[in-house]
């Protein structure tokens, strides 16, 4: 059940994400052309910035979905098991709590947003642009908790994301290196 929730949810955010990304790539090539033929499109600057939000914090759930954000599990996986445990749940107890606090922190400034909109396309409200904030913490936390269960089995098992990454990465290479042995007809040692 959570395998098939947690690859909905990677999807849903591939695809918002890479249409974010079009969406900016197609209105940025716009303006440049706009621009070039002297008639600059005055929302262009807003708008992309907008875009730009909400591609970082969309991509910013999908990388926590991943566990492909920045961090240090060596330093963890380093000590014993018995001090490994507690500093994991600190880190993620932490790291929920940050989010909820944006989350938090975020639907209330939707509040004071009422009435607001984009000075110079006025028919886009401010809650709509600013509730990425809010959208994209709520998001980051159900990662966080899908990941949860992965999380503690690589943490029991002493081997984080990186170390894994390297290991695979050598046995690959290592593979490859006999299949060319291989087809020379000969091995070198």
Do not use: N
């Amino acid at each position: 059940m959570l395998a098939r929730v947690r690859r909905w949810l990677d999807r849903a955010l591939q695809v918002l994400s890479i249409g974010l990304l079009l969406g900016l790539a197609a209105l940025v090539i716009a303006a440049v052309a706009f621009r070039k033929a002297g008639a600059s499109i005055i929302w262009y600057d807003e708008l992309a910035s907008v875009l730009l939000a909400w591609l970082t914090f969309f991509g910013a759930a999908l990388a926590v979905l991943r566990h492909a954000h920045l961090g240090f599990p060596g330093l963890v996986f380093r000590l014993p098991l018995a001090l490994r445990l507690p500093c994991f749940a600190l880190a993620k107890l932490i790291v929920l709590g940050f989010w909820g606090t944006v989350l938090f922190a975020g639907a209330k400034a939707l509040d004071l947003m009422v009435g607001d909109a984009l000075v110079t396309i006025p028919w886009l409200p401010m809650q709509w642009v600013q509730g990425v904030l809010p959208l994209a913490a709520a998001l980051i936390i159900v990662a966080e908790l899908l990941d949860l269960p992965e999380s503690l089995a690589r943490l029991r098992r002493g081997v984080d994301d990186e170390t894994q990454e390297i290991r695979e990465a050598v046995a690959e290479g290592l593979a490859r290196s006999g299949e060319v042995r291989s087809g020379l007809g000969r091995d070198p040692r």
